[in-house]
């Protein structure tokens, strides 16, 4: 996944605007929106930009993916924008669902059936997920952090639970 990951601005790299965004959508009522509103304004702009761009990722500078499951009990295909970044072995998705009490449906549907799509770019991939445990674990949540320092504040507003970590390892096409 790493030839079509998307295009990495850190927080330190990230201009006022993007800084804002981020810091308003880590923040109750940004978080409180972001949950409402912005998968609705995501769909159209990434089918307007033929899957290069979401509105998400547009105004906060973010690397906003989408994330195509199987429902863990339903069994049909659901599709997510989350934030997604390059790791060790392939693309990382943290399962933070804005501080919720409860784990993003994405996070449910991965650990039932661990196969789907991810569209990068403008690019789709089949993937396995592979939920990261310990130092990986760590070692993704500050590589996470570095880019969106709001995982921390949704940390803390989700104490009941460990935020899942992922990391979406590429399945490679069949040859012939």
Known sequence: MSRTAPQIVTFAEANRLQRSVRRLVSSGPGSWLATRVAHRIDAPVFRATRGRHTFSNLVSGLPVVLLATTGA????????????????GGLAVIASNYGQPDHPAWCHNLRAHPEGMVSVGGRAQRFRAVEAQGEQRERIWREGLAIYPGWSVYERRAPNRRIAVFVLEPIEPEQP
């Open 73 to 88: 009990r339903s069994g049909v295909q659901r599709t997510s924008p989350v934030l997604g970044f390059p790791t060790a």
